[in-house]
């Protein structure tokens, strides 16, 4: 049974005379991989910028975990467990990468007075930074927990972010563009990780993508917008010998 963690109804955006979103439905199967590709303009940024709150949409309805979550504002959705990548605070490029993930954690309720008591801290603390190494784990950077930020690469800074979400309780992490800049073999790396991680938690992927060259072979369904329309969607292999797909990606 595919239980949906997202599960967008018939939304449409418009701006202005513009329909960037004409009656789009679309889901995310819960652990899955969901892959939104499109040409450029299709509207694939705006759609995520709706089912995170960041714009209000026209007309739908947008369910996310069984809970109605159209229009609400970005923080609400944020607490909820849809995290969008940039979102994700900037990692503090002096402290180490465990302190990065640790300041990520949802349960930082600091009393003044508490702090200045070991004791009631002191285990909690220990059971953070055993969650913080089995995220490291998970998404490659355990070895590096003692590192500065700032000498991580770009492929180990989206990991990062990653663990950060994680962290934070992400339980959809909506990723646009994660392998922009990036070359093939770091972008498969990338891509490979997601599935590791996809594995092991409970965690499930809505990734836009536009080089469908390198992404399409680690979906496990595919949506294909252009012009504000869901124009196809299925598995790689469907889309792939989809000819409207060719078209738009081709013509
Ligand atoms: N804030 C905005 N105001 C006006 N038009 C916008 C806005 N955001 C996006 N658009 C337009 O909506 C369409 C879809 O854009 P976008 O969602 O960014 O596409 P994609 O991410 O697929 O490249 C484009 O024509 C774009 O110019
Ligand atoms: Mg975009």
Known sequence: ?????????????????LTALDNVSLTVVRNSL????????????????????????DYGRIEFNGIDITGLPPYKIYSYGLVRSFQIPQPFKMLTVLEN???????????PLKSLFKRFWIKEEYKNIEKAFRILKVVGLDKYWDWETYKLGAGQLKMLEVARALAAGA????LDEPIGG????????????????KE???????????????????????????RGRVIA??????????????????G
């Open 1 to 17: 049974m595919s239980i949906p963690i997202l599960a967008a109804k018939s939304v449409t955006k418009r701006f202005y005379g």
């Open 182 to 197: 990036t070359d093939p073999s770091y972008a498969n790396r990338i891509f490979d990780n997601l599935r590791s991680i």
């Open 171 to 174: 339980k959809l992490l909506a």
């Open 233 to 250: 969607e299925g598995s790689s292999s469907d889309i792939v010998k989809n000819p409207r797909v060719a078209e738009v990606y081709l």
């Open 101 to 111: 993930v640790l300041v990520a954690m949802k349960n930082n309720n600091e009393y």
């Open 200 to 226: 092991m938690m409970e965690v499930s992927f809505l990734v836009i993508e536009h080089r469908i060259d390198i992404a399409l072979k680690y979906a496990d369904y595919v949506y294909v917008m252009d």
């Open 34 to 57: 969901t892959l939104l590709i499109g040409p450029n303009g299709a509207g694939k940024t705006t759609f995520v910028n709706v089912c995170t709150g960041v714009l209000k949409p």
